[in-house]
Protein backbone atom coordinates (compact mmCIF):
# COMPACT_ATOMS: atom_id res chain seq x y z
CA UNK A 1 0.00 0.00 0.00
CA UNK A 2 1.34 3.55 -1.18
CA UNK A 3 1.88 6.44 1.41
CA UNK A 4 -0.78 7.91 -0.64
CA UNK A 5 -3.35 5.15 0.09
CA UNK A 6 -2.40 5.25 4.11
CA UNK A 7 -3.43 8.90 4.16
CA UNK A 8 -6.71 8.57 2.27
CA UNK A 9 -7.33 5.51 4.54
CA UNK A 10 -6.75 7.43 7.42
CA UNK A 11 -9.00 10.51 6.63
CA UNK A 12 -12.00 7.40 5.82
CA UNK A 13 -11.32 6.78 9.26
CA UNK A 14 -11.32 10.08 10.66
CA UNK A 15 -14.71 10.24 8.48
CA UNK A 16 -16.64 7.41 10.03
CA UNK A 17 -15.05 7.69 13.50
CA UNK A 18 -16.65 10.99 13.41
CA UNK A 19 -20.26 9.33 11.49
CA UNK A 20 -20.18 7.01 14.16
CA UNK A 21 -19.79 9.50 17.03
CA UNK A 22 -22.59 11.56 15.39
CA UNK A 23 -25.12 8.72 15.28
CA UNK A 24 -24.22 7.85 18.84
CA UNK A 25 -24.47 11.02 20.11
CA UNK A 26 -28.07 11.73 18.74
CA UNK A 27 -30.15 8.45 19.46
CA UNK A 28 -33.34 10.68 17.90
CA UNK A 29 -31.62 9.85 14.78
CA UNK A 30 -32.33 13.01 13.22
CA UNK A 31 -33.32 13.24 9.34
CA UNK A 32 -30.15 14.34 7.28
CA UNK A 33 -31.76 14.19 3.60
CA UNK A 34 -36.20 14.80 3.75
CA UNK A 35 -36.35 13.48 0.80
CA UNK A 36 -38.58 10.62 0.23
CA UNK A 37 -37.78 8.56 1.61
CA UNK A 38 -36.21 10.87 4.22
CA UNK A 39 -32.63 9.68 5.95
CA UNK A 40 -31.37 9.67 8.91
CA UNK A 41 -27.73 9.81 10.14
CA UNK A 42 -27.70 5.97 10.72
CA UNK A 43 -28.86 5.90 6.82
CA UNK A 44 -26.29 7.74 5.51
CA UNK A 45 -23.70 5.66 7.20
CA UNK A 46 -25.31 2.65 5.78
CA UNK A 47 -25.32 3.80 2.12
CA UNK A 48 -21.53 4.87 2.68
CA UNK A 49 -21.16 1.33 3.94
CA UNK A 50 -22.88 0.08 0.62
CA UNK A 51 -20.52 1.37 -1.99
CA UNK A 52 -17.59 0.20 -0.08
CA UNK A 53 -19.15 -2.94 -0.57
CA UNK A 54 -19.59 -2.02 -4.00
CA UNK A 55 -15.56 -0.38 -4.12
CA UNK A 56 -14.57 -4.14 -2.42
CA UNK A 57 -15.80 -5.85 -4.91
CA UNK A 58 -14.16 -3.98 -7.51
CA UNK A 59 -10.61 -3.87 -6.02
CA UNK A 60 -10.91 -8.03 -5.47
CA UNK A 61 -11.82 -8.16 -9.05
CA UNK A 62 -8.99 -6.01 -9.62
CA UNK A 63 -6.23 -7.79 -7.88
CA UNK A 64 -7.37 -11.16 -9.02
CA UNK A 65 -7.44 -9.45 -12.91
CA UNK A 66 -11.28 -10.09 -13.35
CA UNK A 67 -13.68 -7.75 -14.97
CA UNK A 68 -15.53 -6.17 -11.91
CA UNK A 69 -19.58 -6.84 -12.35
CA UNK A 70 -22.67 -5.85 -10.61
CA UNK A 71 -25.35 -7.81 -12.75
CA UNK A 72 -28.15 -6.37 -10.32
CA UNK A 73 -27.20 -3.12 -10.23
CA UNK A 74 -26.12 -2.55 -13.55
CA UNK A 75 -29.02 -1.14 -14.97
CA UNK A 76 -30.13 0.89 -12.31
CA UNK A 77 -29.25 4.51 -12.13
CA UNK A 78 -27.85 5.81 -8.95
CA UNK A 79 -30.96 7.37 -7.44
CA UNK A 80 -32.64 4.08 -8.06
CA UNK A 81 -29.71 2.07 -6.62
CA UNK A 82 -29.07 4.39 -3.44
CA UNK A 83 -33.13 3.81 -3.14
CA UNK A 84 -32.97 -0.26 -2.84
CA UNK A 85 -29.86 0.21 -0.61
CA UNK A 86 -31.84 2.28 1.42
CA UNK A 87 -35.05 -0.21 1.67
CA UNK A 88 -33.11 -2.91 2.94
CA UNK A 89 -30.38 -1.03 5.12
CA UNK A 90 -33.70 1.21 7.05
CA UNK A 91 -34.91 -1.91 8.79
CA UNK A 92 -31.85 -2.32 10.72
CA UNK A 93 -31.31 -1.52 14.21
CA UNK A 94 -28.66 1.84 14.46
CA UNK A 95 -26.32 -0.72 16.32
CA UNK A 96 -26.89 -3.04 13.38
CA UNK A 97 -26.05 -0.35 10.89
CA UNK A 98 -22.54 0.55 13.03
CA UNK A 99 -22.00 -3.03 12.74
CA UNK A 100 -22.64 -3.55 9.22
CA UNK A 101 -20.77 -0.09 8.44
CA UNK A 102 -17.74 -1.27 10.76
CA UNK A 103 -17.41 -4.75 8.59
CA UNK A 104 -17.99 -2.89 5.32
CA UNK A 105 -15.18 -0.47 6.18
CA UNK A 106 -12.24 -3.48 7.76
CA UNK A 107 -13.35 -5.39 4.36
CA UNK A 108 -12.13 -2.55 2.07
CA UNK A 109 -9.25 -2.15 3.81
CA UNK A 110 -8.29 -5.88 3.20
CA UNK A 111 -9.08 -5.44 -0.73
CA UNK A 112 -6.77 -2.67 -0.78
CA UNK A 113 -3.94 -4.47 1.06
CA UNK A 114 -4.25 -7.21 -1.37
CA UNK A 115 -3.00 -5.23 -3.89
CA UNK A 116 -0.33 -6.14 -5.77
CA UNK A 117 1.97 -3.10 -7.43
CA UNK A 118 0.74 -4.39 -11.13
CA UNK A 119 -3.29 -4.01 -9.80
CA UNK A 120 -1.94 -0.58 -7.98
CA UNK A 121 -0.70 0.96 -11.27
CA UNK A 122 -3.32 -0.08 -13.53
CA UNK A 123 -6.58 1.47 -14.09
CA UNK A 124 -9.48 -0.41 -12.12
CA UNK A 125 -13.43 -0.16 -13.30
CA UNK A 126 -14.95 1.78 -10.22
CA UNK A 127 -18.36 0.72 -8.80
CA UNK A 128 -19.61 4.13 -10.64
CA UNK A 129 -19.09 2.41 -13.82
CA UNK A 130 -15.12 4.40 -14.72
CA UNK A 131 -12.33 3.55 -15.05
CA UNK A 132 -9.43 4.97 -12.53
CA UNK A 133 -6.51 4.36 -11.16
CA UNK A 134 -6.34 3.22 -7.72
CA UNK A 135 -5.48 6.68 -5.60
CA UNK A 136 -8.26 8.49 -7.97
CA UNK A 137 -10.69 5.46 -6.89
CA UNK A 138 -9.58 6.06 -3.30
CA UNK A 139 -10.32 9.74 -3.26
CA UNK A 140 -13.28 9.43 -5.11
CA UNK A 141 -14.43 7.30 -2.02
CA UNK A 142 -12.94 9.50 0.56
CA UNK A 143 -14.53 12.70 -1.17
CA UNK A 144 -18.42 10.37 -1.26
CA UNK A 145 -17.67 9.65 2.67
CA UNK A 146 -16.20 13.46 3.75
CA UNK A 147 -19.67 15.21 1.46
CA UNK A 148 -21.88 13.33 3.39
CA UNK A 149 -20.35 14.11 6.64
CA UNK A 150 -20.21 17.83 5.74
CA UNK A 151 -24.44 17.93 4.57
CA UNK A 152 -24.54 15.37 8.58
CA UNK A 153 -22.68 18.82 10.25
CA UNK A 154 -24.55 21.19 8.53
CA UNK A 155 -27.81 19.69 9.28
CA UNK A 156 -27.23 19.38 12.98
CA UNK A 157 -25.77 22.54 12.74
CA UNK A 158 -28.87 24.16 12.01
CA UNK A 159 -30.77 22.86 14.39
CA UNK A 160 -28.97 23.61 17.32
Not at 70 to 79: A, H, I, M, N, V
Not at 120 to 129: I, K, L, V
Amino acid sequence: MTAHHIAVLHAMHTCRDHLRTLVQQHPNNPIIYADAPAWRISDVLGHIAFWEVEGTKSLMAHAQRTTYVTPQLRELQGDAINALVYAQLVQLPVPAQIAYADACREAFVQAISALDATAQATPMMCPWHVKANVASFLQNMYDHERNHLNDVLAVLKGSA
